[in-house]
């Protein structure tokens, strides 16, 4: 019963989701465009994140294992 209603309730979440493109709130109009942009940007301009807000990864993944050097200042604690 409760599998039952847990999958009739994910089918409509999912079966309410919008299929119109968005639009901007009655009365209301798009931003203005930039200063030095060509033209006003786009809802899906407007949606997809800038890298500022999505940056990319720039880990360095270690591609082959080697020895440490031997380190002059890794001293023993004094004692």
Known sequence: MKHSLL???????????GREPL???AGESMP?????ASAEPTTDDLLE???QQRPERVDEILRRS???EDDPFDLPPPG
């Open 32 to 36: 203005v465009a930039p200063a030095m």
């Open 7 to 17: 999958v009739l309730t994910m089918l409509l979440l999912a079966a309410c989701g």
């Open 66 to 68: 080697h020895e440490r």
């Open 23 to 25: 639009q901007p709130a």
């Open 49 to 51: 994140p800038t890298t």
